[in-house]
């Protein structure tokens, strides 16, 4: 079963890795810079800033940063227990993909997938309440996770298993 799985794994980011032109890159080199995210990151500090008061603001970046190292150690921790290849390392699938980069770290599971469900999601928790709109802050982990496959450095389930661990 596990072998069906990681058959049809490699088949579908194949597939999503393949539906790439050098027309796009650009856009998914932005969409995979964390850089470019900074904006977003500012505007969900603001609108906490702005919706709670001193001392509550100050517990809830304390629980970003709380996150935010879990995250980092448990990220680290499975890469290295896991030392599954990224695709674009491994022999037997690296030829059929376009790589655009070429991390040489494990691949399972995905920290940008991780990182980026969890900022968002512990943002949406504290936000949703107090702002509906703020659910659609989750467009930017499934692109920024999505580059990961349009790179060729993880497989689908190193992105939705990031994803969960995230939130």
């Known amino acids: 079963m596990l072998e069906k799985i990681l058959e049809w794994d490699a088949e579908l980011l194949i597939y999503c890795n393949n539906l790439g032109t050098t027309g796009t890159d650009t856009f998914w080199h932005i969409i995979t810079t964390f850089s470019s995210w900074i904006p977003l990151l500012l505007l969900i500090v603001f609108l906490m800033y702005r ?14 940063a709380t996150m935010i190292s879990f995250l980092a150690i448990s990220i680290f921790i499975a ?36 990182s980026s469900f969890a900022i968002i999601g512990l943002g949406v928790f504290y936000l949703g309440e107090k702002m509906k709109w703020t659910y659609l802050f989750f467009i930017w982990p499934l692109l ?7 790179f060729g450095v993880h497989y689908p389930t ?10």
């Not at 008061?53 to 970046?61: A, D, P, V, Y």
């Not at 227990?81 to 491994?90: A, Q, S, T």
């Open 144 to 150: 920024f996770s999505y580059s990961r496959l349009y």
């Open 51 to 64: 919706n709670y008061n001193r001392k509550e603001f100050t517990w809830i970046l304390l629980s970003f």
């Open 79 to 114: 890469k290295e227990f896991f030392g599954r290849l990224r695709p674009n390392n491994d022999p037997e699938i690296s030829t059929l993909l376009r790589i655009l980069r070429e991390p040489n770290d494990f691949s399972f599971f995905s920290g940008h997938a991780a």
């Open 158 to 167: 190193d992105l939705f298993v990031g994803g969960i661990v995230g939130l």
